[in-house]
């Protein structure tokens, strides 16, 4: 299995206060992955990144920050968490081939958020 | 009109049942994936594929580049193929999602 792992697993907290989700890899893989995971929505992609320092917004972005500041870590960060931002959070990591997702996917356990 | 359209969102079948779950899309792609996902939230890829097809054990995987269509197989399909099924594409720096089929097999 491939070594990806999320941070916290499980968190409950108040609207308002800031969040801070963590991705760490130790595969070596450029792609990295936020996305959400709701009811009758399926998978949706809140950040990337494609390497140290270099990030990108996804479909749903707003109300998200994210930084990598090492190839091993990508962080997300709710600065002011809203009860809409309750959800499942995965992390999701792709082989470097040059292409994002042009490699086998990798996926952490999920991190479950509810923002009360 | 999503970039990524599953078909059926939802499929139950009997043990032993050929199973197909369909992906259409609209963008160009460098890749599409199949991954699964149980009860409990994990998710696992099952395929990752540019052209033709792939094949693992029970599972298949298609992929028709020009008609932007692919299609996952499961023959002989059994109770613990439950789960939701996903498509994703992959295009640029970028992972779109389908909704997901959830497929139940009953025993």
């Known amino acids: 299995d491939a070594g990806i792992t999320q941070s916290p697993r499980h968190k409950v907290t108040e609207t308002g206060t800031p969040v801070t989700l963590r991705c760490h890899q130790t595969e070596n893989h450029r792609y990295m992955y936020w996305y959400r995971q709701d009811p009758g929505h399926g998978l949706r992609l809140i950040h990337y990144?494609?390497?140290?320092?270099?990030?990108d917004k996804g479909e749903v972005s707003d109300g998200y920050s994210v930084s990598r500041s090492k190839t091993e870590d990508f962080l997300l960060t709710l600065e002011s968490a809203t009860s809409s931002q309750t959800s499942v959070y995965f992390c999701a990591i792709s082989q470097f081939s040059g292409v994002a997702g042009a490699g086998e996917l990798f996926f952490g356990e999920g991190s479950r958020l509810t923002v009360l | 009109k999503n970039e990524v359209e599953q078909s059926p969102q939802n499929l139950t079948a009997q043990e032993g049942e050929f199973i197909t779950i369909n992906c259409s899309y609209s963008?160009?792609?460098?890749?599409l994936h199949w991954l699964q996902q149980h009860p409990g939230g994990g998710i696992v890829s099952l395929f990752m594929l540019s052209s033709g097809k792939k094949k693992h054990g029970r599972l298949i995987a298609t992929i028709n580049i020009q008609e932007k269509h692919s299609s996952l197989h499961i023959t002989a399909s059994h109770p613990r193929d439950s789960a939701v099924y996903i498509c994703a594409v992959a295009s640029g720096s970028r992972l779109t999602f389908g909704e997901g089929t959830q497929l139940t097999v009953n025993p």
């Open positions: 990144s494609y390497g140290v320092k270099d990030t």
């Open positions: 963008v160009g792609i460098s890749a």
